[in-house]
């Protein structure tokens, strides 16, 4: 399933409108990127898979900040 771990954004769900106006069902994926990044307190490379607006979120408040107020699950670290 394609969720940030950091900001919790998951896919939404919208309409593809034609020309003649007819409605089709579409899915809005996240922007989601396969990052490491390096956790000072640990001493390790972390992976996660994150929004852009996660990568932003993780240079503003620092990694373990991040981590600390992720919305998803933590499940790996």
Known sequence: MKVCE???KVALVGNNVSHSNVKTKRKFNPNLKTKRFWSEEEGRWITLKV???GIKTINKKGLAAALK???A???IY
Do not use: F
Request: glycine fraction near 8%.
């Open 6 to 8: 950091i900001t919790g």
């Open 51 to 53: 929004s852009t607006s």
């Open 69 to 71: 107020d992720a919305a």
């Open 73 to 75: 699950p933590k499940k």
